[in-house]
T-cell receptor
Framework: SQKIEQNSEALNIQEGKTATLTCNYTNYSPAYLQWYRQDPGRGPVFLLLIRENEKEKRKERLKVTFDTTLKQSLFHITASQPADSATYLCAPGGTGTASKLTFGTGTRLQVTL | DGGITQSPKYLFRKEGQNVTLSCEQNLNHDAMYWYRQDPGQGLRLIYYSQIVNDFQKGDIAEGYSVSREKKESFPLTVTSAQKNPTAFYLC?????????????FGQGTRLTVV
């Protein structure tokens, strides 16, 4: 069955450093991969989408890579700030059964001063 | 303002009762989704609908039911058959499914069995 894995342990980093989160998927070939941010008690908010024919996508301090050979996406936040502290979720998707929008378990990021 | 609205924000249910969670969107989105989130866990898909009058089971549909009679509305009923319904429930919508359209989420309903 399709499986989406994110590091379940919280990632603690110092302000100003680059945070790198990992999303691995197995048993399917998504046409794209989305990243969302979720704050406690709130619904997730969309951040970025990267398609299978794109190696890298950037938006302000965010960068996403997509390696279809490794079946992995990396999500980077450069110059991290305490306001970046949240849970980040990946969602690989595509057509057919992959269009149903399923999420990884999420990784909690904590940025400290 | 356009958006997706869930109600109520908090809901208490007695064991053995059915309850219905409301989800309404005025974004003219075709696809709608229901997720369950337990403390410290990710989102698990309960049901999804890509078009009016059609819906599919997600990964944890047992004990839940839905309807999609109108494009704007996708209510979720938590039945008495759901053995552990206490959780945070999230509804989402998006435009054309399968092409990467971003999903918009409601603010969630926190259901507690008392």
């Amino acid at each position: 069955s399709q499986k989406i894995e994110q590091n379940s342990e919280a990632l603690n980093i110092q302000e100003g450093k680059t945070a790198t989160l990992t999303c691995n998927y197995t048993n399917y070939s998504p046409a794209y991969l989305q990243w969302y941010r979720q704050d406690p008690g709130r619904g997730p908010v969309f951040l970025l989408l990267i398609r299978e024919n794109e190696k890298e996508k950037r938006k302000e301090r965010l960068k996403v890579t997509f390696d279809t050979t490794l079946k992995q996406s990396l999500f980077h936040i450069t110059a991290s700030q305490p306001a970046d502290s949240a849970t980040y979720l990946c969602a690989p998707g595509g057509t057919g059964t992959a269009s149903k929008l399923t999420f990884g378990t999420g990784t909690r990021l904590q940025v400290t001063l | 303002d356009g958006g997706i609205t869930q109600s109520p924000k908090y809901l208490f249910r007695k064991e053995g009762q059915n309850v219905t969670l409301s989800c309404e969107q005025n974004l003219n989105h075709d696809a709608m989704y229901w997720y369950r989130q337990d403390p410290g866990q990710g989102l698990r898909l309960i049901y999804y609908s890509q078009i009016v009058n059609d819906f599919q089971k997600g990964d944890i549909a047992e004990g839940y039911s839905v309807s999609r009679e109108k494009k704007e509305s996708f209510p979720l009923t938590v039945t008495s058959a759901q053995k552990n319904p206490t959780a945070f429930y999230l509804c989402a919508s998006s435009t054309r499914p399968g092409v990467g359209a971003e999903a918009f989420f409601g603010q969630g309903t926190r259901l507690t069995v008392v």
